[in-house]
């Protein structure tokens, strides 16, 4: 059973803190993401990683950076915590192929910052 | 402007009608996702289709590619189809990343 992990379900940090959120997949998938989710907005791409090492930034990636050093771990990192970072992250996984990928989530943490 | 519609954004429905949920976009893709997500969070992917019509259980879905337009049905529902559907699009090109919409808030009640 295909399965991702997210470090924390819920996490309260404050301004100007530096705070990590990991992401593991035992897919062996090449593919990972990171999303967050606000009411209305939808889902939006903070940044993804198609290898080890490699990233690309998404449609909102101001405020945050990234980290792959292993296949299976993507961590999102944001250097100085501000109050409008305050939602839900959610990491997902897809194995690369040249057709259609279906994309697998993690259970999302939910991030305040006071 | 959302590149991703969808319609109805809230929708309440008795156990046991159809319920269509709609999904439409403004270029052309290489496949359309359908997704679910329940309170607390988790999403599920329900159907990932590039044509015609995919069925799984009561869920069935569409896409009429010419008109970009995607429809989600489910029949005979049931209070455990209350979720929020999502309807996400990859486009030619990016195979990997995608694009969502809003979100359709399902409610089912008794």
């Known amino acids: 059973d295909v399965k991702v992990t997210q470090s924390s379900r819920y996490l309260v940090k404050r301004t100007g803190e530096k705070v990590f959120l990991e992401c593991v997949q035992d897919?062996?998938?090449?593919?990972m993401f990171w999303y967050r989710q606000d009411p209305g907005l939808g889902l939006r791409l903070i940044y993804f990683s198609y290898d080890v090492k490699m990233k690309e930034k998404g449609d909102i990636p101001e405020g945050y950076s990234v980290s792959r050093e292993k296949k299976e771990r993507f961590s999102l990192i944001l250097e100085s915590a501000s109050t409008n970072q305050t939602s839900m992250y959610l990491c997902?996984?897809?194995?690369?192929?040249?057709?259609?990928?279906?994309?697998?989530f993690g259970p999302g943490t939910r991030l305040t910052v006071l | 402007k959302n590149e991703v519609e969808q319609s109805p954004q809230n929708l309440t429905a008795q156990e046991g009608e159809f319920i269509t949920i709609n999904c439409s976009y403004s270029v052309g893709i290489s496949a359309l996702h359908w997704l679910q997500q329940h309170p607390g969070g988790g999403i599920v992917s329900l159907f990932m289709?590039?044509?015609g019509k995919k069925k799984h259980g009561r869920l069935i879905a569409t896409i009429n590619i010419q008109e970009k337009h995607s429809s989600l049905h489910i029949t005979a529902s049931h209070p455990r189809d209350s979720a929020v559907y999502i309807c996400a699009v990859s486009y030619t090109g990016t195979a990997s990343k995608l694009t969502f919409g809003t979100g359709t808030r399902l409610q089912v009640t008794l």
């Open positions: 289709l590039s044509s």
């Open positions: 997902a996984s897809s194995l690369f192929s040249r057709g259609q990928d279906t994309q697998y």
């Open positions: 897919m062996d998938h090449e593919n």
